[in-house]
């Protein structure tokens, strides 16, 4: 037979090292309010503007071209003041030449606000290869932002 088995011996711990003390915090000579920044304000972010696409510019627009790219001039919000209004009717106008320039024209009526009240206004849109470039006020002449 077999002498009888000792026990394994006790594990022992390794002894346990204090981490190192931090050395206090230096304190300035001179005590120091801490600046505080106004936060910026970012201004808001424009969403890009979709550019018309233009109508076949190498032929001239008929009735319905010119009406269609005068709608979706007038819903891309670009001329504030005619986004305001509400349209009435649509039509093409004849071509003119405006400060040497000839133009494609159509004719917006639409409600607008005046000092008399909500009234019918004209615009006049002035299309150059198939792409309103200005709305104008027919009477005047004054461009419509």
């Known amino acids: 037979m077999h002498p009888p088995a000792e026990p394994a011996p006790e594990p022992k711990a390794d002894p346990v090292t204090p981490p190192p003390a931090e050395p206090a915090p230096a304190q300035p000579a001179t005590p120091v309010e801490p600046k505080m920044e106004e936060p910026k304000q970012e201004p808001a972010k424009e969403e890009p503007k979709k550019e018309p696409e233009p109508v076949d510019s190498s032929l001239k627009l008929n009735d319905e071209q010119i009406v269609k790219a005068m709608k979706r001039s007038f ?24 400060g ?28 150059k290869d198939g792409v309103v470039v200005k709305w104008i006020s027919p009477k005047s002449g004054m461009e419509i932002k």
Do not use: D, H, M, N
């Open 100 to 127: 040497g320039e000839s133009y494609q024209t159509g004719i917006l009526e639409y409600s607008g606000e005046t000092i008399f009240g909500v009234r019918p206004i004209q615009a006049k849109a002035l299309l």
């Open 75 to 98: 819903e891309t919000g670009e001329f504030k003041e005619l986004s305001a209004g509400k349209p009435i009717s649509w039509k093409a106008g004849p071509a003119e030449s405006i």
